[in-house]
């Protein structure tokens, strides 16, 4: 290994308190690192001169308690005194799915509790509040020394963590601790949160008004979608006393140009990375995963259309891969812009600058960069192999041989990889084998000729020839033939020459090889990342946003329209839009509604408000964030941002880049005009 030199934090942050009096740097001064505010380091000078109003210590810890994490990954708040939560409906539909009757679908058809008694728990389903934060970056660089290599660090490192969760959770229980790197570990801090395991659902609606427009609309604007969920938390039976910590409720939302305040999770962003990291990313990562991903929808697509239950079990996949692949798509549309990568580049030259300005920071930080771009040489090397070297990539009976080669002479194991062989159906339609065929050749595309796979699909005439021929003289193809062979144990194994065993170890080796080195480089990639992280904070300190780490943020901006297609987006759609959309379409899928929204559309208010952008700064886990004004009132909810807001995840503009957001008065319309949910609206204006 390499050595490093490492800095702990107390000289770090005393370097950083000497350079903040040196260079006074303010909020925003770094516009690219955008504004994913951490609670416990808001800019509070900047939010008095951009938008009007003192930030103070009440507003912060109040908004944080009424703030929540939703599942596995997205944003919720508290919208009553009374446990009732607000969040998207597409982060409740796997938890939905699970709770509906067997005869019933509550996502497609929506779902009403008339009472708190008919709210039906979802299983599996917790919301996390965030209660305590404490910085613990000295800690957790204890013992690191100049001179240790990157394993040590990487170790040291982990033992610390390990030991601080180990202590809090002694010392508060009740609590469930995370240690949460921000500056890509220039800082560090302790997060305690408590869990509400008892989540109840309580309105839903259809999932066709919720995801209105399917994926030609995801990630665009204008648009029309009313996705939202209301849930409860219970204690012991009883919804959790919220009473200190709600927003309260905003029928009439915010008007255009009007300060608007995002509270949530960001997932993740990438905005210290440096060039040479993104440049993988754009070269290597996302197209191999786009093509992935396009060879598998198309897959799903041919064979939902021949079968409506085969459809109906695949549509979840499908939805993920839609969103999943447009997501990438528009963050691969980003690093491909040239004028981004060109600011990317200036941004990072200008810290560079900085560090290398200061003989100390020269000393610690200033080849970090340096480092990474050889570690993004190698890594274009390797990545390709260790992500297309899978198992089933050679089809079924490949897939078996693969099985194989793990058998040993232990009867037991030998029995245990039989049946796991047995359960791999080698038998392929025409659907299933062109889709592999499709994924077998483009390995020649990134591998090259002199790869050793691409030479066994050469030598075999093609991909869908080495198919045939496999189905043809491989003795994976017999389960008879199988078992006699795993019979003889692994040395009859070890000497078969069957062809799907000769592809089998070539996927083996060459996977396993690349593995290795990518957790090596990988290794060695995050020191380097905290140290450009270290000499990020000590050059700007808190003046700059951290990147997302699926930690509370709150993140501020104004209510504004965009110039879009060469006129203007609105600030806010209305509900003739939604309707006029239905009709232009001919009420066909994604475009369609429920046939209670057609038979009640006299109800409407046609001139309500339905979706609103904003110029806040959002990512991937700000879905079901809610969105408030200066008052701590609720005026929307996250659900999308516009498709020029994906490359912010590297570098933040808000020229274009929107969050997009249904309006409070459209969660009013469908819960009062279309689901007859009055008690639930009673209890979001406190009546």
Same mark, same amino acid.
């Given at each position: 290994?390499?050595?490093?030199?490492?800095?702990?934090?107390? /000289?770090?942050?005393?370097?950083?308190?000497?350079?903040?009096?040196?260079?006074?740097?303010?909020?925003?001064?770094?516009?690219?690192?955008?504004?994913?505010?951490?609670?416990?380091?808001?800019?509070?000078?900047?939010?008095?001169?951009?938008?009007?109003?003192?930030?103070?210590?009440?507003?912060?810890?109040?908004?944080?308690?009424?703030?929540?994490?939703?599942?596995?990954?997205?944003?919720?708040?508290?919208?009553?005194? =009374?446990?009732?939560?607000?969040?998207?409906?597409?982060?409740?539909?796997?938890?939905?799915?699970?709770?509906?009757?067997?005869?019933?679908?509550?996502?497609?058809?929506?779902?009403?509790?008339?009472?708190?008694?008919?709210?039906?728990?979802?299983?599996?389903?917790?919301?996390?509040?965030?209660?305590?934060?404490?910085?613990?970056?000295?800690?957790?660089?204890?013992?690191?020394?100049?001179?240790?290599?990157?394993? /040590?660090?990487?170790?040291?490192?982990?033992?610390?963590?390990?030991?601080?969760?180990?202590?809090?959770?002694? !010392?508060?229980?009740?609590?469930?601790?995370?240690?949460?790197?921000?500056?890509?570990?220039? +800082?560090?801090?302790?997060?305690?949160?408590? $869990?509400?395991?008892?989540?109840?659902?309580?309105?839903?609606?259809?999932?066709?008004?919720?995801?209105?427009?399917?994926?030609?609309?995801?990630?665009?604007?204008?648009? $029309?979608?009313? *996705?939202?969920?209301?849930?409860?938390?219970?204690?012991?039976?009883?919804?959790?006393?919220?009473?200190?910590?709600?927003?309260?409720?905003?029928?009439?939302?915010?008007?255009?140009?009007?300060?608007?305040?995002?509270?949530?999770?960001?997932?993740?962003?990438?905005?210290?990375?440096?060039?040479?990291?993104?440049?993988?990313?754009?070269?290597?990562?996302?197209?191999?995963?786009?093509?992935?991903?396009?060879?598998?929808?198309?897959?799903?697509?041919?064979?939902?259309?021949?079968?409506?239950?085969?459809?109906?079990?695949?549509?979840?996949?499908?939805?993920?891969?839609?969103?999943?692949?447009?997501? +990438?798509?528009?963050?691969?549309?980003?690093?491909?812009?040239?004028?981004?990568?060109?600011? =990317?580049?200036?941004?990072?030259?200008?810290?560079? *600058?900085?560090? *290398?300005?200061?003989?100390?920071?020269?000393?610690?930080?200033?080849?970090?960069?340096?480092?990474?771009?050889?570690?993004?040489?190698?890594?274009?090397?390797?990545?390709?192999?260790?992500?297309?070297?899978?198992?089933?990539?050679?089809?079924?009976?490949?897939?078996?041989?693969?099985?194989?080669?793990?058998?040993?002479?232990?009867?037991?194991?030998?029995?245990?990889?039989?049946?796991?062989?047995?359960?791999?159906?080698?038998?392929?339609?025409?659907?299933?084998?062109?889709?592999?065929?499709?994924?077998?050749?483009?390995?020649?595309?990134?591998?090259?000729?002199?790869?050793?796979?691409?030479?066994?699909?050469?030598?075999?005439?093609?991909?869908?020839?080495?198919?045939?021929?496999?189905?043809?003289?491989?003795?994976?193809?017999?389960? *008879?033939?199988?078992?006699?062979?795993?019979?003889?144990?692994?040395?009859?194994?070890?000497?078969?020459?069957?062809?799907?065993?000769?592809?089998?170890?070539?996927?083996?080796?060459?996977?396993? !090889?690349?593995?290795?080195?990518?957790?090596?480089?990988?290794?060695?990639?995050?020191?380097?990342?905290?140290?450009?992280?270290?000499?990020?904070?000590?050059?700007?300190?808190?003046?700059?946003?951290?990147?997302?780490?699926?930690?509370?943020?709150?993140?501020?901006?104004? +209510?504004?329209?965009?110039?879009?297609?060469?006129?203007?987006?609105?600030?806010? /759609?209305?509900?003739?839009?939604?309707?006029?959309?239905? +009709?232009?379409?001919?009420?066909?899928?994604?475009?369609?509604?429920?046939?209670?929204?057609?038979?009640?559309?006299?109800?409407?208010?046609?001139?309500?408000?339905?979706?609103?952008?904003?110029?806040?700064?959002?990512?991937?886990?700000?879905?079901?964030?809610?969105?408030?004004?200066?008052?701590?009132?609720?005026?929307?909810?996250?659900?999308?941002?516009?498709?020029?807001?994906?490359?912010?995840?590297?570098?933040?503009?808000?020229?274009?880049?929107?969050?997009?957001?249904?309006?409070?008065?459209?969660?009013?319309?469908?819960?009062?005009?279309?689901?007859?949910?009055?008690?639930?609206?009673?209890?979001?204006?406190?009546?």
């Amino acid at each position: 290994m390499t050595s490093v030199r490492s800095t702990v934090f107390a /000289t770090a942050l005393a370097l950083a308190a000497v350079l903040a009096l040196a260079m006074p740097a303010k909020a925003q001064d770094h516009h690219e690192m955008g504004k994913m505010w951490t609670f416990e380091h808001v800019p509070k000078d900047y939010f008095q001169k951009t938008h009007g109003f003192e930030l103070t210590q009440e507003w912060l810890d109040h908004a944080r308690m009424s703030s929540l994490r939703f599942g596995g990954g997205c944003s919720a708040s508290f919208v009553s005194p =009374k446990g009732l939560i607000m969040t998207n409906h597409h982060c409740t539909r796997d938890f939905i799915a699970q709770a509906s009757p067997e005869n019933e679908d509550w996502v497609r058809d929506g779902f009403v509790a008339e009472s708190m008694e008919k709210e039906v728990k979802l299983e599996g389903c917790s919301v996390q509040q965030l209660v305590r934060t404490r910085d613990i970056t000295e800690l957790m660089n204890r013992g690191i020394e100049d001179g240790d290599d990157d394993a /040590t660090v990487t170790r040291k490192r982990a033992e610390n963590e390990q030991a601080i969760l180990k202590q809090a959770r002694e !010392e508060s229980p009740d609590l469930n601790p995370e240690v949460i790197k921000l500056y890509q570990g220039g +800082v560090f801090m302790l997060y305690s949160y408590r $869990f509400y395991t008892d989540v109840r659902l309580v309105v839903a609606p259809h999932l066709q008004t919720s995801h209105f427009g399917g994926d030609p609309d995801n990630f665009t604007y204008p648009r $029309f979608g009313i *996705d939202f969920t209301f849930c409860r938390a219970y204690e012991n039976d009883k919804p959790v006393d919220s009473s200190s910590f709600y927003f309260q409720w905003d029928s009439g939302g915010a008007e255009e140009g009007e300060s608007v305040f995002i509270t949530g999770n960001p997932g993740r962003t990438s905005r210290l990375l440096s060039k040479s990291q993104l440049e993988v990313l754009r070269d290597i990562t996302y197209p191999i995963l786009l093509e992935g991903w396009e060879i598998e929808m198309d897959y799903i697509r041919a064979i939902s259309a021949k079968d409506a239950e085969v459809e109906k079990q695949l549509r979840p996949r499908l939805l993920s891969l839609e969103n999943s692949n447009k997501a +990438v798509g528009g963050y691969l549309a980003g690093l491909r812009d040239p004028s981004l990568m060109s600011a =990317k580049a200036k941004a990072e030259r200008a810290l560079r *600058d900085a560090v *290398d300005a200061d003989p100390e920071l020269s000393a610690r930080y200033g080849d970090a960069w340096d480092r990474l771009t050889e570690i993004a040489r190698q890594k274009r090397a390797c990545e390709p192999r260790r992500r297309l070297y899978r198992p089933s990539v050679a089809g079924p009976i490949v897939e078996r041989a693969y099985a194989a080669l793990r058998a040993t002479d232990d009867a037991d194991r030998n029995a245990k990889i039989a049946a796991e062989i047995a359960r791999i159906d080698v038998a392929l339609d025409g659907d299933q084998k062109e889709r592999l065929a499709r994924d077998l050749s483009r390995i020649g595309g990134w591998m090259g000729r002199g790869d050793e796979l691409v030479a066994a699909i050469a030598a075999h005439g093609g991909a869908a020839e080495m198919l045939d021929a496999m189905a043809e003289k491989s003795l994976f193809a017999d389960d *008879d033939k199988i078992a006699a062979l795993l019979a003889g144990g692994a040395d009859a194994v070890a000497n078969s020459d069957d062809p799907a065993l000769a592809v089998a170890r070539i996927l083996r080796d060459g996977g396993q !090889e690349s593995g290795r080195e990518l957790s090596r480089l990988g290794q060695e990639e995050e020191v380097q990342k905290v140290r450009v992280g270290q000499a990020a904070f000590a050059v700007y300190g808190f003046t700059i946003s951290p990147d997302a780490t699926f930690s509370l943020r709150l993140s501020d901006g104004k +209510v504004a329209g965009y110039p879009c297609n060469g006129t203007l987006a609105p600030h806010q /759609t209305v509900f003739y839009g939604l309707f006029a959309r239905n +009709v232009e379409f001919g009420n066909r899928y994604p475009f369609n509604l429920p046939d209670i929204w057609r038979e009640r559309a006299y109800r409407i208010d046609m001139v309500k408000p339905v979706n609103f952008v904003a110029t806040n700064d959002i990512i991937g886990g700000n879905s079901g964030s809610p969105v408030i004004d200066k008052d701590r009132r609720v005026v929307g909810l996250v659900f999308d941002g516009n498709i020029e807001m994906l490359p912010n995840n590297f570098f933040y503009r808000d020229d274009i880049p929107r969050s997009v957001s249904v309006h409070t008065a459209a969660m009013e319309e469908c819960l009062t005009k279309i689901y007859d949910a009055q008690r639930v609206v009673d209890e979001l204006k406190g009546k």
